[in-house]
Protein backbone atom coordinates (compact mmCIF):
# COMPACT_ATOMS: atom_id res chain seq x y z
CA UNK A 1 0.00 0.00 0.00
CA UNK A 2 1.51 3.80 -1.09
CA UNK A 3 0.85 6.54 1.05
CA UNK A 4 1.59 9.93 -0.48
CA UNK A 5 2.17 13.17 1.22
CA UNK A 6 1.79 15.63 -1.37
CA UNK A 7 2.53 18.56 1.05
CA UNK A 8 5.46 17.78 2.50
CA UNK A 9 7.84 17.83 -0.52
CA UNK A 10 11.59 17.72 0.24
CA UNK A 11 14.62 18.95 -1.93
CA UNK A 12 17.27 16.18 -2.40
CA UNK A 13 20.18 17.83 -3.73
CA UNK A 14 22.67 15.34 -4.72
CA UNK A 15 26.21 15.93 -5.22
CA UNK A 16 28.45 14.01 -8.09
CA UNK A 17 31.80 13.59 -9.23
CA UNK A 18 31.98 13.08 -13.04
CA UNK A 19 34.22 10.93 -14.54
CA UNK A 20 35.66 13.10 -17.08
CA UNK A 21 36.51 16.23 -14.07
CA UNK A 22 37.23 14.10 -10.74
CA UNK A 23 38.67 17.51 -9.55
CA UNK A 24 34.98 19.31 -10.05
CA UNK A 25 31.72 18.27 -9.10
CA UNK A 26 28.17 18.45 -10.20
CA UNK A 27 25.49 19.66 -8.20
CA UNK A 28 22.03 17.83 -9.42
CA UNK A 29 18.87 19.29 -7.71
CA UNK A 30 16.05 16.98 -7.63
CA UNK A 31 12.42 17.59 -6.33
CA UNK A 32 10.88 14.61 -4.32
CA UNK A 33 8.32 13.87 -1.48
CA UNK A 34 8.30 11.70 1.17
CA UNK A 35 6.18 8.64 0.15
CA UNK A 36 5.45 5.21 2.38
CA UNK A 37 5.26 2.38 0.50
CA UNK A 38 4.73 -1.21 2.36
CA UNK A 39 5.48 0.97 5.59
CA UNK A 40 8.93 1.86 4.55
CA UNK A 41 9.90 5.07 3.64
CA UNK A 42 11.11 5.97 0.24
CA UNK A 43 11.18 8.68 -2.43
CA UNK A 44 9.17 9.73 -5.02
CA UNK A 45 10.69 11.61 -7.75
CA UNK A 46 8.27 14.77 -8.41
CA UNK A 47 10.74 16.95 -10.88
CA UNK A 48 14.15 16.86 -12.55
CA UNK A 49 15.32 20.35 -11.92
CA UNK A 50 18.60 21.05 -12.95
CA UNK A 51 22.56 20.25 -12.38
CA UNK A 52 25.64 22.74 -12.66
CA UNK A 53 29.06 22.76 -12.20
CA UNK A 54 30.38 24.02 -8.30
CA UNK A 55 32.88 25.71 -10.05
CA UNK A 56 30.54 27.07 -12.95
CA UNK A 57 30.84 30.91 -14.00
CA UNK A 58 28.59 33.56 -13.00
CA UNK A 59 26.94 33.48 -16.87
CA UNK A 60 25.99 29.82 -16.04
CA UNK A 61 24.73 30.42 -12.27
CA UNK A 62 22.20 33.10 -14.19
CA UNK A 63 20.93 30.55 -16.43
CA UNK A 64 20.90 27.83 -13.58
CA UNK A 65 18.36 29.90 -11.53
CA UNK A 66 16.96 30.86 -13.94
CA UNK A 67 15.63 27.46 -15.09
CA UNK A 68 14.79 26.61 -11.41
CA UNK A 69 12.87 29.74 -11.24
CA UNK A 70 10.74 28.61 -14.40
CA UNK A 71 10.76 25.08 -13.46
CA UNK A 72 9.33 25.40 -10.27
CA UNK A 73 6.80 27.79 -11.71
CA UNK A 74 5.22 25.25 -13.65
CA UNK A 75 4.91 23.26 -10.64
CA UNK A 76 2.73 26.03 -9.00
CA UNK A 77 -0.10 23.87 -9.17
CA UNK A 78 1.67 21.35 -6.91
CA UNK A 79 3.68 23.79 -5.19
CA UNK A 80 2.52 26.24 -2.19
CA UNK A 81 4.11 29.47 -2.18
CA UNK A 82 5.58 29.20 0.66
CA UNK A 83 7.11 25.55 -0.30
CA UNK A 84 8.93 27.27 -3.69
CA UNK A 85 10.49 29.71 -1.11
CA UNK A 86 11.22 26.94 0.98
CA UNK A 87 13.12 24.92 -2.06
CA UNK A 88 15.00 27.85 -3.74
CA UNK A 89 15.85 28.94 0.19
CA UNK A 90 17.63 25.29 0.07
CA UNK A 91 18.36 25.26 -3.15
CA UNK A 92 20.71 28.80 -2.70
CA UNK A 93 22.30 27.39 0.45
CA UNK A 94 24.04 24.79 -2.25
CA UNK A 95 24.22 27.07 -5.58
CA UNK A 96 24.41 31.14 -4.45
CA UNK A 97 21.92 32.95 -6.24
CA UNK A 98 23.26 35.90 -8.35
CA UNK A 99 22.61 38.92 -7.28
CA UNK A 100 20.97 42.36 -9.07
CA UNK A 101 24.56 43.36 -9.59
CA UNK A 102 26.02 40.06 -10.75
CA UNK A 103 22.94 40.03 -13.64
CA UNK A 104 23.68 43.72 -14.80
CA UNK A 105 27.65 43.52 -14.80
CA UNK A 106 26.73 39.68 -16.87
CA UNK A 107 24.49 41.93 -19.45
CA UNK A 108 26.78 44.70 -19.75
CA UNK A 109 29.77 41.42 -20.60
CA UNK A 110 26.79 40.04 -23.19
CA UNK A 111 26.40 43.81 -24.50
CA UNK A 112 30.47 44.13 -24.62
CA UNK A 113 30.46 40.41 -26.67
CA UNK A 114 28.22 41.26 -28.79
CA UNK A 115 29.28 44.71 -29.90
CA UNK A 116 32.59 42.94 -30.80
CA UNK A 117 31.10 40.44 -32.68
CA UNK A 118 29.22 43.05 -34.88
CA UNK A 119 31.88 45.22 -34.96
CA UNK A 120 33.94 41.91 -36.34
CA UNK A 121 30.86 40.92 -38.92
CA UNK A 122 30.77 44.24 -40.56
CA UNK A 123 34.56 43.61 -41.41
CA UNK A 124 32.86 40.93 -44.21
CA UNK A 125 34.73 37.93 -45.36
CA UNK A 126 38.54 37.65 -44.49
CA UNK A 127 41.28 38.29 -47.47
CA UNK A 128 43.51 35.24 -48.53
CA UNK A 129 46.94 36.18 -49.00
CA UNK A 130 48.82 35.56 -52.26
CA UNK A 131 47.23 33.08 -55.08
CA UNK A 132 45.95 29.77 -53.96
CA UNK A 133 48.35 27.21 -56.27
CA UNK A 134 46.29 24.05 -57.40
CA UNK A 135 49.28 21.95 -56.32
CA UNK A 136 48.43 19.33 -53.42
CA UNK A 137 50.86 19.75 -50.27
CA UNK A 138 52.88 17.26 -49.57
CA UNK A 139 52.84 17.25 -45.66
CA UNK A 140 54.88 14.02 -44.57
CA UNK A 141 57.76 14.46 -47.44
CA UNK A 142 56.06 11.52 -49.48
CA UNK A 143 55.56 12.03 -52.78
Same mark, same amino acid.
Given at each position: ?? +?? &??????????? *?? %?????? &???????? =? !???????????? @?????????? +??????????? &??? /? !??????? &???? /??? @???????????? %?? %? /???????? *?????????????????? !???? +?? %????? =??????? /?
Amino acid at each position: MT +SY &DARNPTLYVKG *EK %PKALPE &DGISMAVL =V !ESVRVDGKPQQR @HIAYLGSIAD +SAPLMVRIRFW &DKI /T !ERLDRLA &DRLS /TAE @HKKIEKALSARV %PR %P /TAAQRKQN *EARKAKIAAGLEAYLALG !EPRR +SG %PVSGK =VLNVRGL /T
